[in-house]
């Protein structure tokens, strides 16, 4: 399931373009730096630069 999350976030999901026909593929740029996006997001999650707040 994690695998498929992140080929959708970096590769955009097809039922996007269905939904919306007039929204256009990623180019391979956008593609790469949503790539780069999704991996961060997975190893470090949404916290920030400075990591976990200390609790």
């Known amino acids: 399931m994690t ?3 992140l ?3 970096a590769y ?3 039922l996007d373009r269905l939904l919306n026909p007039d929204a256009e593929a990623p180019d391979a ?3 790469d730096q949503r790539l780069d996006l999704a991996i961060a ?3 470090h999650g949404a916290t920030g630069p400075g990591g976990p707040p200390d609790a």
Do not use: K, N, R, S
């Open 12 to 14: 955009q999901d097809p």
């Open 29 to 31: 740029e956008q593609t």
């Open 3 to 5: 695998a498929t999350i």
């Open 7 to 9: 080929v959708d976030m």
């Open 41 to 43: 997001l997975f190893l």
